[in-house]
């Protein structure tokens, strides 16, 4: 059972989850919003995770190349990462294998975001 759930935030939330869905993977679970239409609150799920969305103002600052927010672990790295950039996601890092055995890349997401995603599963 998941104990730990990121909670992102995004101006524009509808935009991030079409992207997270696309380029990255993650299924909708549930949407909740006010009577006007207004998103305030997303869970998003990738095998069988939550992370959370909610909307909220742009990074102050745009995060360093290695500062990961979310790690996800995936097993097919290589197709992963042609996924998200066919989708048009910024790739920081291209796929690469590690010296503690594990496959990896990196990618921004749509506000600027570092996702890492590879097959070290803790």
Known sequence: MQSVYPVLRYPDVRAAVDFLCSAFG????????????AVVHVELEFAGDLVMLGPGPAPRSRPA?????VYLAIDDVDAHHERARAAGADIVRAPSDTDY??????ARDLIGLVW????YRP
């Open 101 to 106: 055995g594990s496959r990896d890349y990196v």
């Open 116 to 119: 890492s995603f590879g097959t």
């Open 26 to 37: 993650l299924t909708v679970r549930e949407v909740h919003e006010l009577p006007d239409g």
């Open 65 to 69: 190349d290695d500062d990961y927010v």
